[in-house]
């Protein structure tokens, strides 16, 4: 029997050098979306009896414990990370526990790729691609956000202060590494003034 081979959408490519911030693609992560509602305190506490952390109720919000992390996609939707590795008996072990409620989980590690940008500046760099203000106050670490980034869907999670990862759709993979390559160029950085006075 052949092993299963498994290649991220981005192996064939390396960022170059002249950047002004780094990004790489981040290979090894699992995915499962769960979903079932946060007002059923069966299926809460079966998430959490598994995944060793309450599912976040908040909008935008994400948690982790050790090397497992919840991310808030809507009010009865949750993307789980973890390690590859482990996302094939992690979603099994969801299964089993809530099968006795109303739930859907499925390992969707092969659907997105993972972008990892880093570096300060990076914000701005995402902000030639977004209409989000992510200078605001709003985009805190732990902060989770669906968004249009370069014309499609993208999932936006705020690592820490200058560490972002972009998830987009696989086949989009291409598309938003080259966009990042464009506009992460050192010579085309941006540099903010920052809040000004007001001419009288």
Avoid: N
């Avoid at 002004?20 to 079966?46: P, Q």
């Avoid at 990862?165 to 291409?174: I, L, P, Q, T």
């Avoid at 966009?179 to 809040?195: D, E, H, N, S, Y």
Wanted: with cysteine; hydrophobic share 45%; proline share 3%.
């Amino acid at each position: 029997m052949s092993e299963l081979y498994v290649e991220s959408p981005l192996a064939h490519r390396e960022a170059p050098q002249g950047l002004s911030i780094e990004l790489r693609e981040i290979t090894d992560r699992g995915m499962i979306d769960v979903r079932g509602s946060a007002s059923d305190k069966k299926f809460m506490a079966a998430a959490k009896k598994v995944l060793g952390i309450d599912l976040p109720k908040a909008s935008r919000t994400s948690v982790s414990w050790g090397d497992v992390k919840a991310l808030w996609l809507s009010i009865d939707q949750w993307l789980i990370l973890c390690s590859r590795a482990k996302a094939v008996e992690l979603a099994a072990t969801l299964k089993t526990e809530l099968g006795g409620t109303h739930s859907l989980i499925v390992d969707v590690s092969d659907m997105r790729a993972v972008l990892r940008l880093e570096g300060e500046g990076v914000r701005e760099v995402l902000l030639k691609g977004s209409s989000l203000d992510l200078l605001s106050d709003d985009y805190t670490p732990g902060t989770v956000r669906r968004m249009r980034y370069a014309e499609i869907a993208a999932l936006l999670h705020v690592v820490e202060d200058t560490v972002f990862d972009v998830y987009v759709f696989r086949s989009y993979a291409d598309y938003a590494w080259d966009f990042i390559l464009a506009t992460a160029r050192a010579p085309a950085k941006v540099t903010l003034f920052g809040a000004q006075s007001t001419p009288i």
